[in-house]
């Protein structure tokens, strides 16, 4: 009834006041989403290209679209990506695993602003970021093996989420609460959680800074949900002569969240989990030459995680694990006669002390080659491999290439090949409990890629489909022979996937900005998986991540401007795993915008599905939002 109430009153606000004079003009706006989609700079390291010129499936978030999409985290934002899935263990970004076209979380790279992110220990930690939605520019899905691009552990694809850039001096918030109104378990009241976030920009002749400090908690959706966390980011840029650039970043988060049924159900029901993530990275960018630009950057990352079985048993002692990460970058991008070159080194060391792990280290040393060029009109192609040396597994070469040929006016085909390699993790290795054994002696898994398809990209409309086929090898998955035995992590298969992926997003502006609807975008993508496992390990009777692979996986976005201060978005998501019943999901966003504030009513699970993302844990019902957001 809240919600009901909430969203006519908007609507009659915005349909019936006269605010020409200050209303933003919606086709400007529209059509600076337009501009922005095809011009993105996919931010690699060494080589970048626009999104409308890459030769990979790359999909990309822009920042129009994460201000519309109902979404309550990043974690929500990545589940309406074709090929991305989402297991989320709880609402408001308390713990989610990340994975791409069938593969596990663990085979994932995820970076900010080019940085990586990912945890030694384990995979369920790498969405822990200290940034908020309001933080970020845009997001880069790629999909597919890409060793030769971002190094170790992107087997599977890679994501970077870009933060915003500072234009102008000024100030924002956001404030939220949200409920499912219903009935809490025990102690009466009802469910529901909160937010606040605020950031400040400083714009300054040879300076730009960002700072932006956030809060989020809520009791929960069921017994022992309740959860808490708190964020802190800084960015700089300062200019330094003509043309030399100095960038930090640092971050951090605090998140406490219940834990019942994350790893060990139904009798983990009183665990509780805290999570502790610093973050900061310091890069130069630097034109040795006209031509030769030198970037050396150097970033540190402290993960601090302790893991309670049972909150409520007085003395006992939580499960603990500090990760240290050091990583130092050199890249290097030289403009030829001849094409583009990329070179780069990386040294990253890894460092874990924990009470169920011991005390481990290890060290990996990089070297990128890379050379785009266009031998013919209209023909591109980037050449390139990824050697390293880790001191636990030794030498590995992983080369890559990408070709693209611009066939008609918009149209592009494509084509690449692609290799990759995911080290087994701390956990993997280490772990000592009465359910889950580790095991040393496993090898990396290694990926092999192929990818061919087309895209259309013009000012309304963009468009791909493709078709790929990966093999894993010595794939590890966390296996037993009989029901009561403890997990133990084995090189248990050779995982083969095909799979076919279709996307559209069109984008309409009313020339003359009059009429009810002034502008309006839809967005559909679908995405079929075939995975086969051919078994290399005869006792394995059970598996706990392999056939959980998505089969079908179809999402799709509506969103339209209309009487000029309004915005409403619908978005639906079809999921369809190998081991689980498939579901649907609705959501909806409806907006009451002015130049310098807005508000918002999200509408989350609109028809109450009932379904499961991780291990044996029930996703929330329909829960209501309703936000302020002030802009200065």
């Given at each position: ?45 060494r080589l970048q290209l626009p999104f409308s010129k890459q030769n990979r499936n790359i999909w990309i978030i822009d920042r129009e679209k994460i201000k519309s999409l109902p979404a309550r985290s990043i974690s929500e934002l990545l589940s309406y990506v074709s090929g991305v899935d989402v297991r989320q263990r709880g609402p408001g970004g ?539």
């Open positions: 009834m809240l919600f009901k109430n909430s969203a006519s009153f908007i609507v009659l606000m915005g349909c019936t006041l006269t605010m020409n004079a200050q209303t933003i003009s919606s086709s400007k706006a529209l059509a600076d989403t337009t501009r922005k989609l095809n011009e993105v700079m996919v931010q690699e390291n308390s713990q989610a695993d990340i994975s791409i076209d069938g593969g596990t979380f663990d085979e994932t790279l995820v970076l900010l602003n080019g940085v990586k992110v990912s945890d030694p220990q384990t995979g369920h930690n790498m969405m822990n970021l200290p940034i908020s939605m309001d933080d970020i520019d845009h997001i880069e899905v790629l999909r597919g093996s890409a060793s030769r691009v971002y190094g170790i552990n992107a087997l599977t694809g890679a994501i970077n989420i870009v933060t915003r850039k500072v234009q102008k001096t000024g100030v924002s918030a956001n404030v939220f609460a949200g409920s499912s109104f219903k009935q809490k378990e025990g102690d009466g009241g009802i469910y529901v959680n909160s937010g606040q976030y605020a950031s400040g920009t400083l714009a300054l002749k040879t300076s730009s800074h960002l700072l932006s400090v956030g809060q989020e908690s809520g009791n929960g959706y069921r017994y022992n949900t309740a959860f808490n966390n708190q964020k802190l980011y800084y960015q700089g840029k300062i200019n330094i002569g003509k043309s030399d650039q100095l960038d930090i970043m640092t971050g951090y988060i605090y998140n406490k969240f219940g834990a019942n049924g994350f790893y060990a159900a139904p009798g983990d029901i009183n665990s509780e989990e805290t999570v502790k993530t610093a973050l900061a990275s310091v890069a130069y960018t630097t034109k040795i030459t006209e031509n030769w630009t030198m970037i050396p950057r150097i970033s540190y990352r402290n993960n601090v995680d302790d893991y309670l079985y049972n909150k409520q048993k007085v003395g006992s002692k939580p499960n603990h694990h500090a990760t240290n990460v050091i990583d130092a970058e050199l890249n290097n991008t030289i403009q030829t006669s001849i094409g583009t070159f990329g070179l780069g080194l990386e040294g990253r060391t890894e460092y874990i002390k924990s009470s169920s792990l011991g005390k481990r280290n290890r060290s990996n040393t990089g070297f990128f080659g890379e050379y785009k060029f266009e031998p013919i009109k209209k023909l591109s192609v980037n050449i390139g491999a990824y050697t390293n040396y880790n001191t636990d597994y030794g030498w590995q070469a992983f080369p890559g290439l990408d070709l693209g040929y611009d066939i008609y006016n918009n149209w592009r085909i494509y084509g690449n090949l692609g290799t990759g390699q995911r080290l087994p993790t701390y956990t993997d290795l280490y772990y000592q409990g009465a359910g889950n054994v580790g095991n040393d002696q496993l090898r990396p898994e290694k990926s092999k890629y192929a990818e061919a398809g087309i895209k259309f990209n013009n000012a309304h409309f963009s468009g791909n489909a493709s078709y790929f086929t990966r093999r894993i090898d010595q794939f590890i998955d966390w296996v037993k022979a009989e029901i009561t035995d403890p997990w133990q992590p084995q090189n248990y298969s050779q995982v083969n996937t095909n799979g076919l992926t279709l996307s559209g997003d069109y984008r309409w502006t009313n020339p003359s900005n009059t009429g009810i609807i002034n502008g309006l975008r839809i967005g559909a993508a679908y995405t079929y998986l075939d995975p086969k496992l051919k078994t290399t390990l005869a006792n394995a009777n059970f598996s706990r991540y392999a056939l959980r692979s998505l089969k079908n996986q179809l999402s799709g976005t509506l969103n339209t401007t209309f009487c000029k201060v309004m915005d409403l978005t619908l978005a639906a998501r079809y999921q369809d795993r190998i081991s689980y019943k498939d579901y649907t999901v609705i959501d909806a966003k409806l907006a009451y915008k002015q130049p310098h504030y807005s508000i918002y009513v999200n509408a989350a699970n609109i028809f109450n599905a009932q379904f499961i993302e991780a291990e044996a844990i029930p996703m929330p019902g329909t829960w209501y939002t309703l936000g302020f957001k002030l802009n200065y």
